[in-house]
Antibody
Framework: EVQLLESGGDLVQPGGSLRLSCAGA????????MNWVRQAPGKGLEWVSI????????HYADSVRGRFTISRDNSKNTLYLQMNSLRGEDTAVYYC??????????WGQGTLVTVSS | DIQLTQSPSFLSASVGDRVTITCRAS??????LAWHQQKPGKAPKPLIY???TLQSGVPSRFSGSGSGTEFTLTISSLQPEDFATYYC?????????FGQGTRLEIK
């Protein structure tokens, strides 16, 4: 079964750091670009970042550029999101999402990040 | 950035109704538009990609159309499990963007 499983969400203070992980299973992980998409409580979906299958290129939303870093380890079938200088507005459920051609076709169940003192 | 505007933002309908949700893009995005369904407390579920192609396992009562800047999602006969929030999403340009969502509730 194709699936994505996020982990690493936690309560963190403003200005702090956190690393999210996403383990992929049931497909050739390295063949697919991978995304992070987030959803603040009661709000809509916001795309955060994407990384190519090989890991050699990435893009970011303006709201996180310079603070967040996306990476992957294809030997471990794992996607990461390093989040630094966290702010209250980064509070959200973070989803790991596979890109297949022109579709975001597989979503993980999400992991909650809360930024609060 | 490409802005996606969905209308309506809220829709009240009955089981068996035919409903249509519109998504307008601030500039042309070819057919690189998708639709996702989300229920409370759950991850979004992909429904349609490339404007009109159903994801595997999605019932045929769902359909999508459009290209360029105007797109529609139609549910031909609402079922109880269809009451949810629907988002359009474009993947033609970075940043990938989503519409603000359309909440579909039971009348």
């Amino acid at each position: 079964e194709v699936q994505l499983l996020e982990s690493g969400g936690d309560l963190v203070q403003p200005g702090g750091s956190l690393r999210l992980s996403c383990a992929g299973a049931g497909f050739t992980f390295s063949s697919y670009p991978m995304n992070w998409v987030r959803q603040a409580p009661g709000k809509g979906l916001e795309w955060v970042s994407i990384i190519s299958g090989s890991g050699d290129s990435s893009h970011y939303a303006d709201s996180v550029r310079g603070r967040f870093t996306i990476s992957r380890d294809n030997s471990k079938n794992t996607l990461y999101l390093q989040m630094n200088s966290l702010r209250g507005e980064d509070t959200a459920v973070y989803y790991c999402v596979r890109r297949s051609d022109t579709a975001l076709d597989i979503w993980g169940q999400g992991t909650l990040v809360t930024v609060s003192s | 950035d490409i802005q996606l505007t969905q209308s309506p933002s809220f829709l009240s309908a009955s089981v068996g109704d035919r409903v249509t949700i519109t998504c307008r893009a601030s500039q042309g995005i070819n057919s690189y538009l998708a639709w996702h369904q989300q229920k409370p407390g759950k991850a979004p579920k992909p429904l349609i990609y490339a404007a009109s192609t159903l994801q595997s396992g999605v019932p045929s009562r769902f359909s999508g159309s459009g290209s360029g800047t105007e797109f529609t999602l139609t549910i031909s006969s609402l079922q109880p499990e269809d009451f949810a929030t629907y988002y359009c999403q474009q993947i033609n340009y970075y940043p990938i963007t989503f519409g603000q969502g359309t909440r579909l509730e039971i009348k």
